[in-house]
């Protein structure tokens, strides 16, 4: 009772430590004066901002977060080629594609304005500083403001909310470090939902207990985002292989945990390697935690880091607190009622499985991964790529990888599955119109797909024939969040066994998976042919042994 | 006529019991490992195995050195000599109550088929058990990088069935002496029943 008691005050002190630490800064900017003062539209905040940070929006513009794409000349199928692929340019197999729906698509980028191909990315004034340094939680951009906050009071009719312009003085003299709300207010959502896309990225991550993530638990670790997530003049670390391609500025567990996990110290001592790993090891006293025991089973563990993520391991399931859409069939859309509107069906759990607007989902929660050979490296269906119709499920991002290749790991994944429009003359996925006015050709508008891919494939100047067909797609998303301390991970059973969760999995060799057959059958055989001949044999002997006796 | 004499010496029969029990934990716990069935866990029964797999390296390191020391290794030297007889008397003359057609004797334990089958145990089996599981061992604790461990644990499985069945018309063969238990109580006394021919 007494050491729980000391234990909970350990944990609140630790708390208490952490998020003072949080706001602590060299600056407070609620005591500059150029901040104190009315602000009519954000770009003036923007402009005040770069006053003072006059370097910042260079290095914004370089960034992934303000381009949302990204140049390589790596890509699997393209290298060589440079190319700039990411966001902007790539399709999925929820909301298709960014092109000609910017204004809905674009109300979470870093910028404002950006309602369709003629955005200036130049322009230091259109950068959103505030979306991700507000410390007050008031500011909100329109869903479909195309990155812009409401400018007067505005409902939006997607989800029947009303939005209030921001106080701009008030969010510009409460800025600081971004905390989890500030990357949850785009990255919990995408797909336009909570939990909606990534499996392991939802609100739950804004407050989780560690036995959801132990990093960013908040009687865990209490990580932020930004803790693991630096950032190097605003190039943030880290990226999603649904939108990026090659193997750049990618984050990894063994940065902190080094390369041997299980033998080794978790964090490393030096005061200079705290600093490049951005992370402050003195809070909760991190450093002190002990060396693991060189035991026979951690050696192996730490062996497995050659061809195991850390990932397939330690994160046990996905969406475990919230619901994802794992299947997603754009085919079934367009039933509406009488008034005309979209149908909706839910679930017994309340979760929508029919929309008139968007077709038929499929949801899931604690989810068991899928899981691959993974390099680093995607290559994706960009804009315009032909597909191979008699090849389906079409794959839109394949994961490079393969056992013993190089770099290769097994990585969990949630694959996101669904059927989605394509031209039947062209061989091109159909980039649809779906947000716009009546009368745009918007399909939530005019609930016409020829009209919605006629004019998304005119905004992407590209051709379409007219005919549409209906191909199943196939998304992968590396799992890497939600993960859990070794007691939580997965056992060795969970891979290393007949019904094992890498069952599909073409592997060199799993022990207790794999077997030979023929080996197998021939050795049971041999066994069983002993048994029976010496079974015989005895009776043998013992009936002619009992005849000569008598 | 039944004779008893001291076959076995003390190291001989701890060194046989001791292999009997650790090859019989290996096969235990390695065809868990395979997949054939959940005991201990496939952690823990990875484990034991590593640990029975060098507790039996151990062994047969005294063993050999014991048998180098002693000249037992002698006692497999192989020899064809009476070898026919000896395959007619299991198939044929056993069950005619005939006689062993090679004595048992302190000096010379083994008859030629046992000769051929300990030697080929000694020089082809345990050999390929050792070497595969320490690659095996060394594959999944780092020191060996290998593509693939496919065919080391194949050789290992395929041993491993070699040694089951093995060990079920070995122990059978117990039953061969004089009486059923005979040679089984000799193992644990070192007296051994042996048939001497009546002159």
Redesign the interface.
């Known amino acids: 009772m007494k050491k729980n008691f000391f234990l909970t005050m350990a944990l609140v002190g630790m708390t208490f430590c952490a998020s003072t630490t949080a706001l602590a800064g060299t600056a407070d900017h609620s005591k500059f004066p150029e901040l104190n003062k009315k602000f009519n539209k954000p770009e003036d905040v923007t402009r005040e901002c770069l006053k003072c940070h006059n370097l910042a929006g260079k290095d914004i513009m370089k960034t992934s977060h303000w381009l949302w794409s990204r140049k390589t000349d790596k890509m699997p199928g393209r290298q060589g080629q440079m190319i700039e692929a990411g966001k902007k340019n790539i399709i999925n197999n929820f909301c298709i594609a960014l092109t000609s729906n910017e204004p809905r698509c674009t109300s979470c980028h870093i910028g404002y304005g950006w309602k369709d191909r003629n955005f200036d990315f130049t322009d230091e004034s259109k950068i959103d500083c505030l979306v991700c340094h507000e410390q007050t939680g008031t500011y909100k951009k329109f869903p479909a403001g195309a990155g812009y906050p409401a400018p007067v009071r505005t409902l939006f009719p997607g989800n029947n909310q009303w939005y209030d312009p921001p106080d701009y003085t008030l969010v510009a003299r409460n800025v600081g470090r971004p905390k989890r709300s500030n990357c949850g207010v785009c990255h919990f959502y995408g797909g336009g939902g909570d939990a909606v896309k990534h499996g392991a990225l939802d609100s739950a991550l804004g407050k989780p207990v560690k036995d959801v993530d132990v990093h960013m638990g908040t009687d865990g670790g209490n990580m932020v985002c930004v803790d693991c997530h630096v950032a190097d003049r605003h190039d943030i670390k880290g990226q999603l292989y649904s939108v990026s391609s090659d193997n750049l500025d990618r984050l990894s567990c063994e940065r902190c945990h080094t390369a041997k996990p299980h033998t080794q110290k978790l964090f490393v001592d030096s005061f200079e390697a705290k600093k490049e790993m951005g992370y402050d090891i003195f809070k909760n006293k991190l450093y002190e935690r002990k060396k693991p025991d060189e035991t026979?089973?951690n050696?192996?563990l730490?062996?497995h880091i050659?061809r195991i993520s850390c990932q397939a391991c330690h994160i046990n399931l996905y969406s475990t607190q919230k619901t994802t859409k794992i299947w997603w069939d754009w085919s079934k859309a367009g039933e509406l009622n009488a008034e005309g509107k979209p149908v909706k069906k839910k679930d017994k759990d309340g979760n929508i499985i029919y929309d008139g607007q968007k077709g038929e989902f499929r949801l899931a929660k604690n989810a068991i991964p899928e899981y691959r050979w993974f390099n680093g490296e995607v290559g994706h269906l960009l804009e315009g790529d032909k597909i191979d119709p008699s090849n389906v499920p079409v794959i839109i991002n394949e994961a490079s990888g393969a056992?013993?290749a190089k770099d290769s790991k097994v990585w969990p994944f949630k694959i996101m599955r669904g059927i989605q429009p394509y031209d039947t003359e062209t061989n091109m996925l159909i980039i649809p119109k779906l947000f716009g006015k009546k009368g745009s050709g918007a399909y939530w508008s005019d609930w016409d797909w020829q009209k919605a891919s006629e004019a998304g494939m005119k905004a992407a100047g590209l051709p379409f024939s007219g005919k549409i067909g209906w191909i199943e797609t196939e998304m992968n998303w590396p799992l890497t969040h939600l993960v859990l301390e070794k007691k939580k991970a997965l056992?060795?059973?969970d891979c290393?066994?007949?019904e094992s969760r890498l069952k599909n999995l073409e592997a060199?060799?799993i022990?207790?998976?794999?077997?030979?057959l023929p080996?197998?059958i021939?050795?049971?055989l041999?066994?069983f042919?002993?048994?029976a001949?010496?079974s015989v044999?005895?009776l043998?002997?013992y009936r002619?042994?009992g005849k000569?006796e008598e | 006529m039944i004779k008893k004499i001291y076959m076995y010496k003390r190291f001989e029969r701890f060194w046989h019991w001791a292999q009997a029990l650790l090859i019989f934990f290996l096969a235990l716990t390695g065809f868990e490992?395979?997949?054939s069935y959940?005991i201990f866990?496939?952690?823990n029964a990875?484990?034991l195995h590593?640990y029975a797999g060098f507790m039996l390296i151990i062994l047969i390191a005294f063993a050999i050195f014991w048998h180098f020391t002693t000249g037992e290794w002698r006692q497999y030297i192989p020899k064809t000599d009476k070898l026919r007889d000896q395959v007619r008397f299991?198939l044929v003359g056993?069950?005619?109550?005939e006689s062993h057609p090679v004595e048992k004797t302190a000096e010379v334990k083994l008859n030629p088929l046992q000769r051929l089958t300990y030697l080929g145990y000694k020089i082809l089996i345990i050999p390929v058990m050792v070497t595969t599981g320490l690659v095996y061992y060394y594959?999944?604790?780092?020191g060996i990088?290998l593509?693939?461990?496919?065919w080391i644990?194949?050789l290992h499985?395929?041993g491993?069935?070699?040694l089951?069945?093995f060990t079920?018309?070995h122990v059978?063969m117990t039953?061969t002496g004089p009486r059923l238990t005979s040679h089984i109580k000799a193992m644990f006394t070192g007296y051994d029943e042996v048939e001497v021919k009546d002159k």
């Open positions: 026979f089973i050696r192996i730490d062996k050659d056992c013993g056992s060795c059973n290393h066994s007949r060199c060799w022990p207790g998976r794999d077997r030979n080996l197998d021939l050795g049971m041999a066994f042919g002993a048994m001949g010496v044999h005895g043998v002997r002619k042994s000569q | 490992v395979h997949g959940e866990g496939f952690k990875v484990v590593m299991y056993i069950f005619k109550n594959v999944a604790h780092g990088h593509q693939s461990v496919k644990a194949i499985t395929l491993a069935f070699g089951l069945s079920v018309i059978y039953t």
